[in-house]
């Protein structure tokens, strides 16, 4: 009888710990942003346009990569957690820009952007399209030898970005080609072009236009440029691109041989893919699209998501339409941000996770100021882009320059329980690439409409990763400055470790507790701050 009272005891209170875990999972949180690379002070040095993959077959692999003269790349073994720089790759010629970096089911990752030439001491535009190769357990060890493709002197080829068809296991890369770049001449014509790789980046097909109207060369409303692709389920390649006509479509069904005869328009552009945004060096429409390959009740579905300014130039929104039928016909566009009219929101991003069909978008954000003060937010949609829900998940405002270039974009990639975001932010003079370690099962229930950091209640708003094997990132909220008491028992009751025992800011606070000496079970994380007391689930697994 005693030993069943032991028992019954400890169920229940096992049953009150996993309540109040579940209770707290559904409240407000703020999400864990982690500062991907270094600050930047030399203007000519600021990263810019961050482009970030994840190993799906090991989702804590994941590998970003930055525009600008700074040679790095940053990889994490840990899921975003850290962040290791790689620096000084070689090039074969002179780096461009415009890094695209995307994995195989092959346990690969492929990193495209462009090259120049150089004629002596002058680098001359860009004029071939490179793709680089590494194996995403060995990132520390650098990029294999380089392919090329899209060499057509004296052409300029530019802004790439690649897929990869996990059917027909090829590279697709779409990109524009200048007759001239710059050149106001009627006879010099920009056009999108595409190149297949069959072997994993090491040999190109002869590049081919796939656009029937062409643009100027003047890089601006007029011109054909910012292509992207994506693979379908059945090895169908989709591409978009923004033109003089507006948002534009193509396909292929047969690995890129034919295309249409017609290239389809999805939707008015009216802005053109360069607007005005205050306080931004430039704006721009970026369609990107994204194509559900899961098996869930929206498998096949086409997404295009781009910004515009079609409600006034004091509004840019960020927009999306699908397609049900492989791209022949398109919705009305969707508004993706969710707050009053008369706000900007840009440098937008789309990924669909392939694991069960959500949505993910990325964007900055300046509903909750009057200035340029900027936020950076994550819209995500559960029912095949119908509706979407936004979240703040950058933890402070920041206001970047007129005169500093920033990029175009941000970045995102989502797997399963990965989600991870990427963006350049400005703070004191300096540009840094981050990301945020995003809880799938809170976002939904998370609400970010308040402009103060400071929580609005006391609480351990998470702890990641649950379940880990050594060490266990504890976040928390204090709405007050308090006395702060932080413990770590065992499911028996015996304290094992103190974590915080201090006075405390009103702010989020992260500590990180180390488990490696541990045995694996089942732990408790208690916080106390004055009257306020909370328990926290932990499950330690080697």
Same mark, same amino acid.
């Given at each position: ?21 579940? @209770? ?65 790759? $070689? ?53 294999? #030898? ?45 056009? *999108? ?25 003047? !890089? ?73 390959? =899961?098996?869930?009740?929206? +498998? ?6 781009? =910004? ?52 993910? @978008?990325?964007?900055? #954000? ?14 995500? $949609? ?6 979407? =829900? ?51 099962? $809170? *976002? ?5 409409? +308040? ?18 094997? =050594? ?19 065992? *499911? ?8 915080? !025992? ?41």
């Amino acid at each position: 009888m005693k030993t069943w009272k032991v028992w019954k005891f400890f169920i229940i209170k096992l049953t009150l710990i996993i309540a109040l875990f579940v @209770c707290f999972s559904n409240g407000a949180a703020q999400h864990l942003n982690v500062q991907v690379g270094e600050n930047f002070l030399e203007i000519a040095s600021y990263p810019n346009e961050p482009s970030i993959a994840i190993n799906p077959k090991n989702t804590d692999q994941m590998i970003v990569t930055t525009n600008g003269p700074v040679k790095n790349y940053y990889y994490s073994y840990d899921g975003g957690i850290n962040w290791i720089r790689a620096g000084n790759y $070689s090039f074969d010629l002179g780096r461009w820009g415009d890094p695209c970096v995307i994995a195989d089911t092959s346990g690969n990752f492929y990193f495209l952007h462009l090259e120049r030439l150089r004629s002596g001491p002058v680098l001359l535009l860009p004029d071939r399209v490179f793709c680089r190769k590494i194996q995403c357990d060995q990132m520390a060890g650098g990029w294999t #030898d380089s392919s090329y493709t899209g060499l057509n002197p004296p052409k300029m080829q530019d802004k790439e970005w690649a897929t990869y068809d996990l059917i027909n296991q090829n590279l697709y890369v779409v990109w524009s080609e200048f007759d001239e770049y710059g050149s106001p001449n009627p006879n010099h014509f920009s056009n *999108i072009l595409f190149s297949r790789s069959a072997d994993g980046g090491v040999t190109w097909s002869q590049p081919t236009r796939i656009n029937q109207v062409s643009g100027d060369c003047l !890089d601006g409303n007029n011109s054909v440029m910012g292509a992207m692709p994506a693979a379908g389920p059945s090895g169908e390649i989709y591409v978009s691109w923004p033109g003089p006509d507006g948002i534009i479509f193509d396909k292929s069904t047969d690995q890129g041989q034919t295309w249409l005869a017609q290239d389809i328009i999805v939707a008015a552009n009216p802005a053109g893919d360069h607007y005005v945004i205050p306080g931004i060096y430039r704006g721009g429409s970026v369609p990107v699209i994204a194509c559900d390959l =899961s098996n869930g009740p929206y +498998r096949g579905t086409v997404y295009i998501n781009w =910004s515009d300014q079609i409600n006034g130039s004091n509004d840019t929104d960020i927009w999306l339409s699908k397609s049900i039928d492989g791209g022949l016909t398109w919705s009305q566009p969707i508004r993706v941000n969710d707050d009053p009219p008369g706000k900007h929101q840009m440098f937008h991003w789309l990924s669909v996770d392939s694991t069960n069909g959500f949505l993910y @978008c990325v964007f900055y #954000d300046r509903r909750n100021y009057s200035d340029n003060q900027t936020d950076v937010f994550l819209a995500v $949609s559960r029912d095949g882009g119908n509706t979407f =829900s936004n979240y703040k998940i950058s933890e402070s405002p920041f206001i970047p320059s007129p005169v500093v270039f920033m990029g175009d974009y941000s970045n995102i990639a989502a797997i399963g329980e990965k989600i991870r975001p990427v963006w350049a932010r400005m703070d004191n003079g300096r540009v840094s690439v981050w990301t945020a370690i995003i809880d799938p099962n $809170s *976002i939904t229930y998370v609400s970010h409409s +308040r402009k103060s950091p400071i929580p609005s209640e006391f609480g351990i708003s998470s702890v990641y990763p649950n379940p880990f094997n =050594s060490i266990a990132h504890i976040r928390y909220g204090l709405p007050k400055t308090s006395d702060v008491k932080i413990e770590v028992f065992d *499911i028996s009751g015996q304290k094992v470790a103190t974590l915080e !025992d201090r006075r405390k800011s009103a702010d989020y606070h992260t500590i990180d507790f180390d488990g490696s000496q541990l045995s694996s079970g089942i732990y408790l994380c208690r916080i106390q701050a004055g009257v306020y007391v909370e328990v926290e689930k932990m499950v330690l697994m080697k």
